[in-house]
């Protein structure tokens, strides 16, 4: 299996404040990366898909980037509602694996 | 626009079958990868596996002894059952569609169901 390495595990953030996580793969998965955000009580969202093709109807302050095993999700400006947890997922092999999660919170 | 049910039992007993069925409208099942993911309270998403249209599976290694995916294209639905559940199993399971381009089908997790609750008790 592919292991996917978040880091940080949780950030603090303000509003408008660029912010940036970053996705380890344990091996090359070409662009094969995908960046999920999730709510609470809610399905994770689709937001970025192969790496940096943003998904129809994500804000355009979202942005991806990397190729091999290093890969990283940018939000631009920091809105209220980008408070949630974000996931990467590979989707370079099966069985698909997802990293465990970056929170970002409020500072 | 698509949309995706999550249906089946919430309490399930240890060592019984866990079945869920996940219906899928505004759209067609077919020539799509359907699957199915779950998540522990407070925990990380974990793939459970997946199913094409034509019946071809993938299934987590992890789980693939217990697991049996099928699809009933007639009533646009895609099913799953894992058998001999433990409390481990517990957790929200989302069923999802992943997203194809005219060559691949590797293009993430576009679609979701809103997810489905179920607990293994006695």
């Known amino acids: 299996d592919i292991q996917m390495t978040q880091s940080p595990s949780s950030l603090s953030a303000s509003v408008g404040d660029r912010v940036t996580i970053t996705c380890r793969a344990s091996?090359?998965?070409?662009?094969?990366l995908n960046w999920y955000q999730q709510k609470p009580g809610k399905a994770p969202k689709l937001l970025i898909y192969?790496?940096?093709s943003l998904q129809s109807g994500v804000p355009s302050r979202f942005s991806g980037s990397g190729s091999g095993t290093d890969f990283t999700l940018t939000i631009s400006s920091l809105q209220p509602e980008d408070f949630a947890t974000y996931y990467c997922?590979?989707?370079?092999?099966?069985?698909?694996?997802f990293g465990q999660g970056t929170k970002v919170e409020i500072k | 626009q698509m949309q995706l049910q999550e249906s089946g039992p919430g309490l399930v007993k240890p060592s019984e079958t866990l079945s869920l069925t996940c219906t899928v409208s505004g759209g067609s099942i077919s020539s799509y990868y359907w699957s199915w993911i779950r998540q522990p309270a407070g925990k990380g998403l974990e793939w459970i596996g997946r199913?094409?249209?034509?019946?071809?599976?993938n299934y987590n290694p992890s789980l693939k002894s217990r697991l049996t995916m099928s699809a009933d294209t007639s009533k646009n639905q895609f099913s799953l059952k894992l058998n001999s559940v433990t409390a481990a199993d517990t957790a929200m399971y989302h069923c999802?569609?992943?997203?194809?381009?005219?060559?691949?089908?590797?293009?993430?997790?576009?679609?979701w169901g809103q997810g489905t609750l179920v607990t293994v008790s006695s």
């Open positions: 997922q590979q989707s370079y092999s099966t069985p698909r694996t």
């Open positions: 192969t790496a940096s």
């Open positions: 999802a569609r992943e997203n194809c381009s005219s060559t691949s089908c590797q293009l993430g997790f576009d679609y």
């Open positions: 091996q090359s998965i070409n662009n094969y």
């Open positions: 199913i094409y249209t034509s019946g071809s599976t």
